[in-house]
């Protein structure tokens, strides 16, 4: 597979954002919730401001707002561009450290209009209502929630969420630059939409993201569509009678390593039944089955001929975009 250098990294986003006919503007947004990986001392040596997006912070910590750094094509910009790069697969190299500090790097921008406009624009789409909670930050600056939830907006509302961005790059876990398809739509639609989330969504991402750390621990690399992979294996997992989130995410990283349809074989959703109803650990139930019997039940389920065939046909659906 095709894994990206820093060297190569930092030429294909700057190309994308620098190249000929682009916008008159490159950035990054930056989330330090968790931890900011541009020093300020090195930011003000570079000539950088980190233009704050007000976000609902609950502790008003101003150092923990996102912000918007700008990527001019200078010298100083492209220092900046490395550091946002290298620090991009830094982070999503080690599980263990993505855990403890999150990932900071969000998306790199291009656009037009003036910088301040895409500061105001940010602090709107990252501030949503919740119902009893009042106003919440929503972390689209965080690349795992933005790239996770791209694919569940339908054009409008993926067009109100660029609002004055015309490219939004982001680093996946297969090291792969994605570009988030901007539809083209109307200022005027963009404005007059207003910002409706589900919650739930953002227990998905987490158990999503969470089945791929589990997955990378064991895999030297991911597959291009690891994503739907990691969504389809989660829904496995919950068909096959898991109840709780720390439960999915466990038996369908086992889906992932040993077999995409593995979850349906009826000894395994036995095995799952008996734990949920006995109140058994599941992680050590499925921990004493031995490779040889995983081999076994995964053989089962693809040896049922038109189940197989009906299966295959699914996925390769589901890889296309449809649902």
């Not at 993926?158 to 876990?173: N, S, T, W």
Request: a negative charge; glycine letters at 6%.
């Amino acid at each position: 597979m095709n894994h990206h250098s820093l060297e190569s990294l930092v030429r294909d986003v700057g190309e994308r954002l620098h190249g000929s006919r682009q916008p008159r503007w490159a950035a990054a947004i930056i989330d330090p919730f968790v931890h900011d990986p541009i020093d300020d001392g090195f930011a003000k040596d570079l000539g950088a401001t980190k233009l704050r997006i007000n976000a609902p912070l609950r502790d008003k910590v101003a150092s923990r707002l996102p912000y918007l750094l700008l990527l001019e094509a200078t010298s100083h910009g492209v220092a900046l561009l490395h550091t946002t790069c290298l620090e991009a697969m830094e982070e999503q190299r080690d599980p263990d450290r993505e855990v403890e500090h999150g990932f900071a790097i969000g998306p790199w921008i291009a656009f037009d209009s003036d910088p301040d406009d895409v500061v105001r624009h940010w602090a709107a789409i990252c501030t949503i209502r919740v119902a009893t909670q009042g106003r919440r930050y929503l972390r689209l600056a965080d690349r795992r929630v933005l790239g996770w939830l791209w694919s569940r907006l339908d054009s409008a509302q993926q067009a109100f969420v660029a609002g004055p961005m015309k490219h939004i790059l982001v680093l996946g876990r297969d090291s792969r630059v994605t570009e988030l398809n901007v539809p083209r739509a109307s200022q005027h639609v963009r404005t007059a939409l207003s910002w409706t989330f589900d919650l739930t969504m953002l227990d998905e991402c987490e158990a999503v993201q969470s089945m791929l750390r589990g997955w990378q621990r064991f895999a030297p690399s991911l597959p291009e569509n690891y994503l739907e992979l990691a969504e389809f294996a989660l829904s496995e997992a919950r068909a096959a009678g898991a109840q709780g989130l720390h439960d999915q995410v466990l038996l369908g990283a086992y889906a992932l390593q040993v077999d995409n349809y593995v979850l349906r074989s009826p000894e395994l959703r036995n095995l799952v039944s008996a734990s949920q109803v006995q109140a058994v650990n599941l992680a050590l139930a499925l921990a004493e089955i031995p490779d040889s019997r995983w081999d076994a039940m995964a053989m089962s389920v693809r040896n049922d001929g038109p189940v197989a065939r009906h299966l295959e046909t699914t996925q390769g659906e589901r890889r296309h975009g449809l649902r």
